[in-house]
């Protein structure tokens, strides 16, 4: 039962996720012929990437506890720069609706991180 919220976040991620990609392609299609049709698929990539990052985090402490009761242990100092880097991955990809970060860069975090 305690890891059953870890779960559903892990599923709703997976569903975000999916959803996110379609919005990219969709984009992708879009951008030559409508272009206020792609701003709006941009823009929800964005926003989707980052709450789907986001929504990990409870996945990784989950994981974190179960793999307490079998050797090796993960440690603090792994768990922390798991939730760093996904943390790190959804402000960058937040930074990217007001254009601080560059769409451009938008792979290069995903990329650093190993994601």
Not at 55 to 63: E, K, N, R, S
Not at 68 to 88: M, N, R, Y
Not at 89 to 98: K, N, Q
């Amino acid at each position: 039962m305690p890891f059953r919220n870890s779960g559903w976040a892990a599923v709703a991620s997976g569903i975000l996720g999916v959803l996110v990609i379609i919005s990219l392609i969709g984009y992708l299609i879009l951008r030559s012929s409508n272009m206020g049709a792609s701003i709006i698929l941009n823009r929800f990539h964005d926003v989707g990437v980052s709450i789907q990052f986001l929504l990990l985090i409870p996945v990784v402490i989950a994981l974190q506890k179960m793999s307490q009761k079998q050797i090796p242990i993960i440690t603090k100092t792994t768990i922390t720069t798991g939730i760093t880097a996904i943390s790190f991955i959804a402000l960058f990809s937040l930074l990217i609706l007001p254009k601080i970060v560059s769409d451009i860069l938008y792979m290069l975090h995903l990329g650093v991180f190993g994601v």
